[in-house]
T-cell receptor, first 113, second 110 residues
Framework: DGGITQSPKYLFRKEGQNVTLSCEQN?????MYWYRQDPGQGLRLIYY???????QKGDIAEGYSVSREKKESFPLTVTSAQKNPTAFYLC????????????FGDGTRLSIL | GQQVMQIPQYQHVQEGEDFTTYCNSS?????IQWYKQRPGGHPVFLIQ?????EVKKQKRLTFQFGEAKKNSSLHITATQTTDVGTYFC??????????FGTGTRLKVLA
């Protein structure tokens, strides 16, 4: 079954700690995206990648980093520089182009200890 | 920069009543997408509209793209409890990314 897998489902971060959220897809999509969703809010774009070894900052990239070493994988690191990391993080993928629907993973809920 | 406004923010309806959410852009759009997110879930793609004045239907859901391609609406006829969730529009921003609206949260009272 094709899809997007995000792990873990829940994650807790201590002060000063970096944490990495995993996102893997087997849909053969070229483009991948990371969004942040706060309670009762819409989706805000953190980073996106159209091809392997290339990625661009979205609207709220500060305090986050990504890599795209493989087509199937687009991990997101929430660094200690992100002062308010508690949120629901959603990974998505699509075929390349401006009119392609995005397929989302189940998300990771990150909380501060 | 480009702005997307979605109204209303919340809507409570009795089961069987109709529901409409509106999405308005500050710029002319090449296309618009609609997604549904169930409580605790992830957004799921519903439909994409491309042509001016386009109307598409999915069972009880009717999607419309404005003539000027700057606004869109999603109408649900005779809501059911399964329609509960947040409905988002998404519009292109540049070549490779989309901006999501703030969403309309629908609650259906049985």
């Amino acid at each position: 079954d094709g899809g997007i897998t995000q792990s873990p489902k829940y994650l807790f971060r201590k002060e000063g700690q970096n944490v990495t959220l995993s996102c893997e897809q087997n849909l053969n999509h070229d483009a991948m995206y990371w969004y942040r969703q706060d309670p009762g809010q819409g989706l805000r774009l953190i980073y996106y990648s159209q091809i392997v070894n290339d990625f661009q900052k979205g609207d709220i990239a500060e305090g986050y980093s990504v890599s795209r070493e493989k087509k199937e994988s687009f991990p997101l690191t929430v660094t200690s520089a992100q002062k308010n990391p508690t949120a629901f993080y959603l990974c998505a993928s699509s075929f390349q182009g401006s009119n392609q629907p995005q397929h989302f993973g189940d998300g990771t809920r990150l909380s501060i200890l | 920069g480009q702005q997307v406004m979605q109204i209303p923010q919340y809507q409570h309806v009795q089961e069987g009543e109709d529901f409409t959410t509106y999405c308005n852009s500050s710029t002319t759009l090449s296309n618009i997408q609609w997604y549904k997110q169930r409580p605790g879930g992830h957004p799921v793609f519903l439909i994409q509209l491309v042509k001016s004045g386009e109307v598409k239907k999915q069972k009880r859901l009717t999607f419309q793209f404005g003539e000027a391609k700057k606004n869109s609406s999603l109408h649900i006829t005779a809501t059911q409890t399964t329609d509960v969730g947040t409905y988002f529009c998404a519009v292109p921003s540049g070549t490779y990314k989309y901006i999501f609206g703030t969403g309309t949260r629908l609650k259906v009272l049985a």
